[in-house]
């Protein structure tokens, strides 16, 4: 897409005063703009995966690039929503397994990408998420079963976006990207404080809307958090055949926006990162693309055989990483989480696979009829055309029933 309109149209204050206003938010951190765009040297990582705090000087931070550990609050909100997100995840696989569901791209290991995303945003923020990122709507607040009714196959999304400010979970990559720019866009010219996050995947960041979002985002100096889950894989291609980029925040610098890449198994670090980048944006220092290192432990979806293109070692190898594992030991050895704790928090996690098991356990009654309902105002002729075809094989198939009843 080539940006042919006038800014000046569209931002009273043009270029310039966006450019400014980068400049004075780098001033803060005494670094040049360069310094500011490029990511630091090394992913930020606060807690190991041990799950101990790591001394500042080796947390990955640099001059510009440091960041204060989250308050408690926010770290046991973290906790117990990592532990919901853990259960809601295999309670799904299990429901695809028992037929309840259609399909379920499990965020199985990048829980603690999923909960940051949604607690670094505020009420009127917006979210705009793909197929994976169930358990990040989840925690935004939309209910567990109305997100889980689009992995069900019938034609209704399930929640409504504008009450919840969460787009539609996109399966085509990275269109939910353009949908997001759009709303940043339009929040900057109703002169809103809003910040848009728009989410992808590593194999995503190959695609022409990619670049075409990023692009716009950073030409109209635009509130919007790229949130890239680098999970290593686009299905069967490994994240060497994808891009030989130093790293996946490497690419904001072309763009003329700030990158930065942490630990996603970390959620300390991550809501660190994610938190100072939604504080910028809301400031209007522009768009940040962050990068979260993580990885897909289970297959792409229930449709695929991961044990065909990687090692059950590099698995075995992540699981050592796991975020929630991390962060309990994290807690625990703080003081911050007991074993009433503990309690608590699994029978919140039991209670929402209950209401899963409970919402999707029954068929909803479909009309075929609706696949062409909602395309067009006006059905094309084809559509028209095929609608008949139904109409007809579904009256045909009654009069077979029926006729085989009767013979009964
Ligand atoms: C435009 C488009 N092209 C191809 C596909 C098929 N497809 C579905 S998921 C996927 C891999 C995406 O990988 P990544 O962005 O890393 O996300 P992940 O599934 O790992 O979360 C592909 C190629 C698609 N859905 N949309
Ligand atoms: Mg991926």
New binding site residues.
């Given amino acids: 897409m080539t940006i042919s309109a006038d800014h000046t149209a569209t931002d009273p204050a043009g270029p310039a005063a966006a450019e400014n206003a980068l400049t004075e938010a780098v001033k803060k951190f005494g670094i040049t703009v360069e310094d500011y765009m490029l990511p630091a040297r090394h992913q930020i990582q606060m807690v190991d995966p041990d799950g101990r705090l790591k001394p500042e000087s080796e947390q990955g931070t640099q001059p510009g690039h440091e960041y204060p550990v989250p308050g408690d609050k926010e770290l046991l909100e973290a906790y117990e929503r990592l532990v919901v997100g853990r259960r809601v995840n295999d309670q799904n696989s299990a429901l695809v397994r028992q037929g309840r569901m259609a399909v379920y791209?499990s965020?199985h290991g990048?829980e603690a990408c999923q909960v940051a995303a949604a607690l670094c945003l505020s009420g009127g923020d917006w979210m705009f998420p793909?197929?994976?990122d169930a358990v990040a709507v989840m925690t935004r607040g939309v209910d567990p079963v109305q997100v889980m009714t689009i992995f069900r196959g019938d034609w209704h999304g399930g929640y409504d976006p504008l009450e919840y400010k969460v787009g539609i979970q996109c399966?085509?990559?990275?269109?939910q990207l353009l949908h997001a720019v759009g709303v940043a866009h339009a929040a900057k010219l109703r002169g809103e404080d809003t910040v848009v996050l728009a989410m992808?995947?590593?194999?995503?960041?190959s695609?022409g809307?990619f670049h075409e979002a990023l692009n716009f985002a950073a030409v109209f100096h635009l509130p919007v958090i790229f949130f890239v889950?680098?999970?290593?894989?686009?299905?069967s291609?490994p994240l060497a055949h994808?891009s030989v980029a130093p790293s996946l925040a490497h690419k904001a610098v072309g763009y003329g926006m700030a990158g930065e890449r942490v630990d996603g198994n970390d959620v300390v670090a991550l809501l660190a990162v994610l938190d100072r980048a939604v504080k910028l944006a809301r400031e209007g220092s522009g768009p940040l693309l962050v990068e979260a290192n993580t990885y897909?432990m289970q297959a792409?979806t229930n449709a695929d055989d991961d044990t065909r293109y990687r090692e059950s070692a590099e698995v075995a190898e992540w699981r050592a990483k796991d975020p929630v594992n991390r962060m309990r030991t994290y807690l625990t050895d703080r003081g911050l989480l007991d074993d009433d704790g503990e309690a608590r928090i699994a029978a919140q996690a039991e209670a929402v696979a209950a209401q899963l098991r409970e919402g999707l356990g029954e068929d909803v009654p479909v009309d075929p009829q609706e696949l062409f309902r909602h395309v067009f105002t006006e059905p094309t002729p084809q559509l028209k055309e095929q609608s008949a075809m139904l109409a007809d094989e579904l009256a045909r198939d009654a009069a077979a029933t029926h006729s085989k009843e009767a013979g009964q």
């Fill in positions: 791209p965020s990048q793909t197929y994976r399966t085509p990559l990275t269109t992808c995947g590593d194999g995503a960041t695609e809307d889950q680098n999970n290593k894989y686009a299905i291609v994808q897909r792409h």
